[in-house]
């Protein structure tokens, strides 16, 4: 089974400063991880994925993801947030070695920048 | 290239009535996934089509279904609609390939019942 969980519901940060989202995952067997980022009234967009290659992920509008394994983490940072960083961000695990491509998501993270 | 869609944008429904969802992903993807996604529960999986079959459930009822048509469009039903339904229905797609495992979504569909 695997599992994913984000710390923190609501992360509120001042524009410019770093961002920092946290992603803990549970998985029986190597993971593929990602992060979405969904804006009000809209779908998921993909901000980045992780599918084991190198453990430092860059995606796009400036943020990143570091894969550790030995802490079971995939947390999201920016170095300066921007007042359009505003949304809610999930963190998603994949069960690839199956296949198959149900995504089993974290709770989310509101990330609220103050100016 | 145009992105994933879905139709309607907004439903509302009566309790007892069923419903249908319609997603056609990005061209090229052969893979179509829902999800459901509540204040409550979150995003939660409902079933994966690839190659007009189901090859993936979640753990949901029998009122919920899905098919996928040659062209690789997908519909989801749902039948005798409860309160609890009320959510957005989110469609992704994707490749199907074994190099690829991210997954693309529309801008969902608002199903409120009444």
């Known amino acids: 089974a695997q599992s994913v969980t984000q710390l923190g519901s609501h992360v509120s940060v001042s524009e410019g400063a770093l961002v920092l989202l946290r992603c803990n995952y549970s998985?029986?067997?190597?993971?593929?991880l990602f992060w979405y980022v969904q804006y009000p009234n809209q779908g998921l967009q993909l901000l980045l994925k992780?599918?084991?290659?190198?453990?430092l992920v860059k995606g796009i509008n400036g943020f990143e993801a570091e894969f550790k394994k030995s802490e079971t983490s995939f947390h999201l940072t920016k170095p300066s947030a921007h007042m359009s960083d505003a949304a809610e961000y999930f963190c998603?695990?994949?069960?690839?070695?199956?296949?198959?491509?149900?995504?089993?998501f974290g709770s989310g993270t509101r990330l609220q920048v103050q100016p | 290239k145009a992105g994933v869609t879905q139709t309607p944008r907004y439903l509302i429904k009566t309790r007892g009535q069923q419903v249908t969802l319609s997603c056609s992903p990005i061209?090229?993807?052969?893979?179509v996934s829902w999800y459901q996604q509540t204040p409550g529960q979150g995003l939660q999986f409902l079933f994966e089509?690839?190659?007009?079959?189901?090859?993936n459930k979640g753990n949901f009822p029998g009122r919920f279904s899905g098919r996928q048509f040659s062209n690789s469009r997908s519909e989801m039903n749902v039948s005798t609609l409860e309160l609890g339904d009320s959510a957005l229905y989110l469609c992704a797609s994707s490749r199907a390939d074994s190099s690829s495992y991210e997954q693309y979504f529309g801008p969902g569909t608002r199903l409120t019942v009444t």
């Open positions: 998985s029986s067997v190597p993971p593929y």
């Open positions: 061209s090229g993807h052969r893979s």
């Open positions: 089509y690839f190659s007009e079959t189901q090859r």
């Open positions: 998603a695990v994949s069960r690839h070695h199956t296949g198959r491509r149900a995504l089993t």
């Open positions: 992780y599918t084991s290659a190198a453990t």
